[in-house]
């Protein structure tokens, strides 16, 4: 990400953000702070919400690229990557089939596991699942989440038996498909890759220190007491394994651009993957920017590289004609 890029050569941009999904507050800091980076950068950069303004709209406004800073459905789940390919409008992040991928949490487990990459065992819950059956599998604490969501909305840490059925039902209200994963005891990590194919690398390590252990929607986004180390202070043998995995983990999904893999580190210094992120946050608690920083990129430079990485995937078109 050293490369000097000319804002004027990234013509009219389109900066997608708030939309429709639960995670539409997160986004919205997000994309504004997307959209405020490059106008400081002289970029002729324009906001866009798809929940206040049909995509129809696109078409029309005579745009080079669009840089995508939804989160959730309908901006991190392949729907709006088909809406851009289908307009000719080169967009940042993954495609439509690796965005769909690895919003899905459970059929990115499945592709994970082919590949003999580690990630915590799990069941598919349905209504009327047999709950002693799940807990004989994945034991106890396990997790209970919705399968396409972010952000840790629906998400419970289940400690007993008979708050299983509770949990199930809040993620259900995410989504219908929903998954019960075993509890991995231990260190909270994240890392950004950027690139694609061949030259996906791995952003520095952040270790995340969580109240309690507790990472979720509030110490996420909106509470100061998660302390975040980048450097991670991990051991260099370790941190090296654990970029290695998650870039693996980015191209066999087919990801591009950017992302963000999350991961948990056991006690006998085992790494396990839990998701990957195809639109990581960019706000002020973000973790993108954070690692980028400690590599030396500041925060408009990292929005740049992002821009100017926008393509076609279905055709590698660089910039509509």
């Known amino acids: 990400m050293t490369a000097t890029i000319d804002p004027k050569s990234l013509g ?27 106008l400081r950068q002289g970029v002729d950069a324009h906001g866009f919400d798809p929940a206040e303004r049909s995509v129809v709209e696109l078409a029309q406004g005579g745009y080079d690229r669009a840089v995508i800073a939804l989160h959730g459905r309908f901006g991190e789940d392949g729907t709006i990557q088909g809406v851009l390919e289908s307009l000719h409008i080169p967009y940042t992040g993954s495609g439509v089939t690796a965005s769909a991928l690895a919003m899905d949490k459970i059929l990115t487990k499945a592709v994970w596991l082919s590949e003999g990459l580690n990630t915590p065992d799990y069941v598919r819950l349905t209504p ?9 599998r994945l034991g106890l604490p396990l997790i209970v989440k919705p399968a396409q969501e972010g952000s840790t909305l629906g998400l419970t840490k289940v400690k007993s038996e008979a708050d299983l059925q509770a949990a199930f039902d809040l993620a259900y209200r995410y989504d ?36 309690e252990g507790n990472y979720d929607y509030h110490n996420k986004y909106i509470g100061n007491e998660t302390r975040y180390f980048c450097p991670s202070e991990l051991p260099a043998e370790l941190e090296s394994q654990v970029q290695a995995m998650c870039v693996k983990a980015y191209q066999v999904l087919g990801c591009a651009g950017w992302g963000r893999a999350d991961v948990l580190v056991d006690t006998n210094q085992t790494p396990w993957l839990l998701e990957m992120n195809t639109s990581p946050g960019m706000t002020d608690h973000s973790l993108v920017p954070m690692s980028a920083r400690a590599s030396g990129v500041e925060y408009d430079q990292l929005v740049l590289t992002i821009a100017a990485s926008a393509r076609l995937k279905a055709t590698g078109q660089q910039r509509s004609q």
């Open 128 to 136: 009327g699942f047999d709950v002693k059956a799940v807990v004989n």
């Open 176 to 211: 219908p498909n929903v998954l019960a994963e075993k509890f991995i005891a231990g260190m909270e990590l994240t890392v950004p890759v950027m690139g694609e194919g061949a030259d996906a690398h791995a952003l520095p390590v952040i270790r995340i220190q969580a109240p």
């Open 12 to 38: 009219k941009v389109v900066v997608l953000f708030g939309g429709p999904s639960a995670e539409r507050e997160v986004s919205l800091k997000s994309g504004s702070m997307v959209l405020a980076a490059l």
